[in-house]
């Protein structure tokens, strides 16, 4: 292992690069093949990698990144990203969230103690908070010409293999059966069901 004045420690630095102007908070740990680009902003008891690329983000304290893609993204504390999540620009990842594992977001707000834990593409969205995003989950957010936002309220929970065709509004305390393609906004406290019937 290598420390660094600043608390930092890498266990094995020749794998790594680090930008000129990345800032570290204390105890944080780097580890193999992990890299750091532009202007990076990580704060206290991270640990980055191993695996890892990270350009132009900011990490809050106690963040967790595992064999991961974090381009020009906030997150906030005590947040686990990956193994193999891709945050692409403009994503905001509240505190105490997971984001798991082939889970890609892009351009969206996550909003505290939501997960989206595994399969998952999350695009020009805004999600609540203690959401969760079953596996295999789509926002359908470009119609061939336009991009088109989904937003997530409180407590909302979908199923797996949900397609959510934007422009949606789910609302608060909303559970989407698995399966489903939803194409219309669902109110509060629903459950809304699209799919065919099986045949045996």
């Known amino acids: ?3 660094m004045d600043e608390g930092v420690t890498f266990t094995d630095p020749s794998s790594c690069t680090i930008s000129e102007s990345c800032t570290f908070g204390k105890d944080v740990l780097i ?3 992990t890299h750091l680009r532009g202007k990076c902003k990580v704060g206290n ?3 980055l990698g191993p695996g890892t690329l990270l350009k132009d983000v900011e990490l809050g304290d106690r963040v967790k990144v595992l064999h991961s893609v974090i381009d020009n993204s906030k997150v906030d504390h ?3 990203i990956g193994p193999f999540t891709h945050l692409r620009p403009q ?3 509240s505190s105490h969230c997971r984001i798991g594992n082939f889970v890609e ?3 969206s707000h996550i909003g505290e103690r939501t997960k989206v834990n595994h399969l998952s593409y999350i695009g020009d969205s805004q ?4 959401v969760n995003i079953g596996a295999g989950t789509i926002t359908a957010n470009y119609d061939g010409r336009n991009k088109h936002q989904t937003r997530i309220g409180d407590n909302t929970k979908t199923g797996a293999n949900s397609v959510l065709v934007a422009p949606i509004v789910l609302g608060k305390d909303v559970t989407v059966g698995a399966g489903s393609t939803l194409t ?6 629903s459950l809304a069901i699209s799919r065919s019937k099986q045949l045996i």
Do not use: A, R
Request: proline content about 7%; hydrophobic content about 30%; some cysteine.
């Open 78 to 80: 005590d947040v686990f």
């Open 1 to 3: 292992n290598y420390w």
């Open 184 to 189: 219309k906004n669902v109110p509060n406290g």
């Open 31 to 33: 580890e193999p093949q």
């Open 91 to 93: 994503s905001t990842i």
């Open 105 to 107: 977001i892009k351009k």
């Open 45 to 47: 008891s991270c640990l």
């Open 127 to 130: 999600l609540g908070s203690k």
